[in-house]
Each structure stands twice: as C-alpha cells, then as structure tokens.
Nanobody, 117 residues
Framework: QVQLVESGGGLVHAGGSLRLSCAAS????????MSWYRQAPGKEREWVTT????????LAADSVKGRFTMSRDNAKYTVYLQMNSLKPDDTAVYYC??????????WGKGTLVTVFS
C-alpha cells in the first residue's frame, strides 16, 4: 500500500522557521515528482512547490519564492519543505503529493502549520 506521511508541523511565531518532512513508500518515491500543497481555513487547496524525481529542478509559487525551499533525499525516500520567514498567511494544513510516472497521484493526510503574530 502506498503511503505518504507528513510531519513537522506546529505552532510558530511570525518570522520563524519550520521544516516539514514527507516520508513516502519506497515503491513509488524514485519514480515520482513530489509536491507540497496547502489548504488554509475556508480556502481551496493550493499548490506550493514541486521537485522533479531526480531533485534537479524545483518550482515554487510566487507567494513562497525566496522563503520556502523544497528538497528530497532519495536514499531516505523523504522530501522536505524548509519554511523561513513565516507569515500568518502561511497558516494551513500542508499536504505532500506524489505524482507517479504512470499518472497516479498519491496524497498524504497533511500536517498543520499555524503562524501567529
């Protein structure tokens, strides 16, 4: 069974940092482009950032460019989201997604990030 498990969320003061992790099942990780999405209270889920399966390229939403960095460790089947200079608007549940080369998408259950001012 394919699983993605996020961790690292929590409560942080504005301007602070957090690092999220997403551990993925071995059978899909190396063949999947990985992404982070987030969903704020009362809003639709939005894309945050994506990294290619070899880690060679990343894309990020304008709202997080320069503050958030996505990386992956293929040896640990894990991706990370380093979040710096956090703002209250970054408060959301953060989800990890794997897009397998077959076209299948797999989602984690999310981890809550709360930024207070």
């Amino acid at each position: 069974q394919v699983q993605l498990v996020e961790s690292g969320g929590g409560l942080v003061h504005a301007g602070g940092s957090l690092r999220l992790s997403c551990a993925a099942s071995i059978i899909i990780f190396s063949s999947s482009e990985m992404s982070w999405y987030r969903q704020a209270p009362g809003k639709e889920r939005e894309w945050v950032t994506t990294i290619t399966n070899d880690g060679g390229n990343t894309l990020a939403a304008d709202s997080v460019k320069g503050r958030f960095t996505m990386s992956r460790d293929n040896a640990k089947y894990t991706v990370y989201l380093q979040m710096n200079s956090l703002k209250p608007d970054d408060t959301a549940v953060y989800y990890c997604k794997a897009r397998h080369y077959t076209g299948m998408d797999y989602w984690g259950k999310g981890t809550l990030v709360t930024v207070f001012s």
